[in-house]
Antibody, heavy 125, light 105 residues
Framework: EVQLLESGGGLVQPGGSLRLSCAASGFTFSSYAMSWVRQAPGKGLEWVSG????????YYADSAKGRFTISRDNSKNTLYLQMNSLRAEDTALYYCAKDPIYNRAVGAGNSFDYWGQGTLVTVSS | IVLTQSPATLSLSPGERATLSCRAS??????LAWYQQKPGQAPRLLIY???NRATGIPARFSGSGSGTDFTLTISSLEPEDFAVYYC?????????FGGGTKVEI
């Protein structure tokens, strides 16, 4: 059974940093691209960042470029999101999500067949 | 690529047909997915690449369209189908979602 378990959220002051983690199980983690998708309270879904299965290719929304860094440790089956220079508008529930396609070609975009339950990030003074 | 969903809210009764629209600001070929989200839950993949039902999705859900205009149809609404629906394109980076359509009773 595929499981994605996010952690690392919390309350942080504007300008602060957080590192989110997503522990994956039930599939060959290194063979699937992964993404972070967020949802502000009462709002819609916003894709934040994606990474290829090998970790060699990364992609970012404009809102995340220069502030967030996605990475993965395939030996630990874990996805990360390092978030720096946090702003009030980064307040959201952050989901990790899995690509449905095994070894998708690098550069190709993806949809998401499995999602975690999310970790809440609140940026406030 | 901006995805515009309409209507924002759809008020229907169980047993009725629901037709949801997603329009892209430029062609996304057939690289469009649909998700369902219920309160307090993560989104669930319904349709990928415009018309392919994801594993375990009932046949009453169908997707159509290509290029810039897409439709999600629920042929006969069940009580559990009342939720928010999002479209998402994977044609170009950055990946983007539509703003959602709420299907309410």
């Amino acid at each position: 059974e595929v499981q994605l378990l996010e952690s690392g959220g919390g309350l942080v002051q504007p300008g602060g940093s957080l590192r989110l983690s997503c522990a994956a199980s039930g599939f060959t983690f290194s063979s699937y691209a992964m993404s972070w998708v967020r949802q502000a309270p009462g709002k819609g879904l916003e894709w934040v960042s994606g990474i290829s299965g090998s970790g060699d290719s990364t992609y970012y929304a404009d809102s995340a470029k220069g502030r967030f860094t996605i990475s993965r440790d395939n030996s630990k089956n874990t996805l990360y999101l390092q978030m720096n220079s946090l702003r009030a508008e980064d307040t959201a529930l952050y989901y990790c999500a899995k690509d449905p396609i095994y070894n998708r070609a690098v550069g190709a975009g993806n949809s998401f067949d499995y999602w975690g339950q999310g970790t809440l990030v609140t940026v406030s003074s | 690529i901006v995805l515009t969903q309409s209507p924002a809210t759809l008020s229907l009764s169980p047993g009725e047909r629901a037709t949801l629209s997603c329009r892209a600001s430029q062609s996304v070929s057939s690289f469009l997915a649909w998700y369902q989200q219920k309160p307090g839950q993560a989104p669930r993949l319904l349709i990928y690449d415009a018309f392919n039902r994801a594993t375990g999705i009932p046949a009453r859900f169908s997707g159509s369209g290509s290029g810039t205009d897409f439709t999600l149809t629920i042929s006969s609404l069940e009580p559990e189908d009342f939720a928010v629906y999002y479209c998402q394109q994977r044609s170009n980076w950055p990946l983007t979602f539509g703003g959602g359509t709420k299907v309410e009773i």
